[in-house]
């Protein structure tokens, strides 16, 4: 599924000179899929990193990489992709490039380019920890932030220069998620909203759990949604196999009762609740502390209810509180179907 936000949305991507010039290429991907329209600015430095052509091939437009190229098509047409952009994105953005940009410096494709553009736009510094530190490239950064520009902080780790410390490239996926967030309407600004998602687990013993396959996919794209139109949320998540949403602040439980305490803790200061977590109606009686041996014959399992955290949120929402229940998508479970090998096949 595209997203709406960048359905069909003009993005350019400047590419400058960074060993994380290969990031840029998923980036294109990841943009494509969402059905964005891309076009790639590239300095000449980037060139030596990644190709132009795996840009264009990406992209499916021409990559500008010099305005004085007379057979190449982009370099006449750089005002014009920068007056049909809805938003640009430099990544990586280099020391030089930050530089050039926060002096308003004309001298190569990407920053001529720039000095036209009127979109937003979002800079993803990259480059080693001691030229991010240095105090030139944080005044840059801070007036390239004043001038109207979101600046993407890096990542700290190892670097390729076998340093430690900020100047990583964000991956891909954070880069376009904040990308969402940069273009879309801050309309929930100032609202706080909960939502619950994934499954629960009811011990059996230490081993063993009575749970169900929920993925927790859906509450999860909610919790990211309302954070990306400036709310702020907190995600009460059962166990499951995702990443946290960005700036989402992620309580994790196990179990119904752990995630009644945690919703019951939040719920008064909520202005909007959503509940999509697949919560067990029941739990073992009993859960023994050790594990259960197996025996010659037949056990029974004991259930009993769990808390109905929906109805007790219900009961003591106050007025002007917002509380949604969803319900979990089912699980479809398609039975394989069984293929005959011919002998060519066989191993």
């Excluded at 919560?279 to 014959?297: F, L, N, Q």
């Excluded at 769990?306 to 479809?332: E, H, Y």
Aim: hydrophobic share 45%; with cysteine; aromatic share 4%.
């Amino acid at each position: 599924m595209k997203h709406t936000v960048l359905k069909d949305k003009h993005i350019v991507l400047g590419v400058c000179g960074g060993i994380a010039a290969y990031k840029s290429v998923e980036l294109v991907r990841r943009l494509k899929k969402l059905g964005a329209r891309v076009r790639v600015i590239m300095t000449e430095s980037a060139a030596r990193f990644v190709g132009p052509m795996t840009f264009a091939v990406l992209s499916e437009n021409p990559v500008c990489r010099d305005l004085f190229d007379d057979q190449d098509e982009a370099a006449i047409r750089h005002i014009d992709w920068a007056e049909a952009a809805q938003a640009v994105i430099i990544a990586p953005a280099t020391a030089n490039t930050v530089a050039k940009l926060a002096s308003g410096i004309a001298d190569d494709a990407l920053s001529t380019f720039m000095l036209a553009v009127t979109c937003p736009v979002m800079i993803c510094p990259s480059m080693n920890s001691n030229m991010f530190e240095h105090p030139a490239t944080q005044r840059n950064l801070d007036r390239l932030a004043a001038d109207g520009c979101q600046i993407l902080a890096p990542g700290v780790g190892e670097l390729a220069c076998k340093t430690t410390g900020p100047g990583r490239l964000p991956e891909p996926e954070e880069i376009v998620d904040r990308l969402i967030s940069f273009l879309t309407p801050d309309d929930l600004a100032g609202k706080r909203v909960l939502v619950t998602a994934g499954p629960t687990r009811e011990a059996i013993d230490p081993v063993r759990f009575i749970s169900n396959p929920s993925s927790g996919k859906m509450g999860y794209a909610i919790a990211r949604a309302a954070e990306n139109r400036g709310a702020t949320v907190t995600l009460v998540s059962g166990p499951v196999a995702l990443p946290p949403p960005l700036n989402v602040d992620v309580v994790p439980v196990v179990s119904v009762e752990e995630m009644a305490q945690a919703v019951f803790a939040r719920v008064d200061q909520a202005d909007v609740i959503v509940k999509v977590a697949a919560v067990s109606d029941y739990r073992p009686a009993i859960s023994e502390p050790h594990k259960v041996k197996k025996g010659e014959g037949d056990i029974q399992l004991t259930l009993t209810r769990t808390t109905d955290i929906l109805k007790s949120i219900g009961q003591r929402k106050r007025d002007g509180q917002i509380l949604v229940a969803l319900p979990p998508r089912p699980v479809t479970w398609r039975p394989m179907r069984a293929r005959r090998l011919s002998p060519s096949t066989w191993t």
